[in-house]
Nanobody, 125 residues
Framework: VQLVESGGGSVQAGGSLRLSCVSSAYTFSRHFMAWFRQVPGKEREGVAAIYISGRTTYYADDVKGRFTISHDQARATLYLQMNSLEPDDTAMYYC????????????????????WGQGTQVTVS
């Protein structure tokens, strides 16, 4: 199973981007899917996650109200709508998929996700 991200790019502060992540399996795990981001020299951090079966969403505090995670089951695609982008949002963004259940308080722990995309760069100036 491959996860392929797209939609990154360069935007000015205040702008918007929508990231997409397509699963080659054409199906999603019943569990969590998430977006993480990483800046060189810093730890990877969870940005947002969605529990596929229940559609419950989770967000990092610094993106709440600006980012929205969603998925289209028919298209096997995960999205991240990013509005009001700030320079601090500049990072490589990765899509991640869990194949096992875990408690929701761990949604932002990268070790909980077994499958990862190759990343898409977002640059905000």
């Amino acid at each position: 199973v491959q996860l392929v991200e797209s939609g990154g790019g360069s935007v000015q502060a205040g702008g918007s981007l929508r990231l997409s992540c397509v699963s080659s399996a054409y199906t999603f795990s019943r569990h969590f899917m998430a977006w993480f981001r990483q800046v060189p020299g810093k730890e990877r951090e969870g940005v947002a996650a969605i529990y596929i079966s229940g559609r419950t969403t989770y967000y990092a505090d610094d993106v709440k109200g600006r980012f929205t995670i969603s998925h289209d089951q028919a298209r096997a695609t995960l999205y991240l709508q990013m509005n009001s982008l700030e320079p601090d949002d500049t990072a490589m963004y990765y899509c991640a998929q869990s194949t096992r259940a875990f408690s929701s308080e761990h949604w932002n722990e990268g070790s909980r996700y077994e499958r990862w995309g190759q990343g898409t760069q977002v640059t905000v100036s």
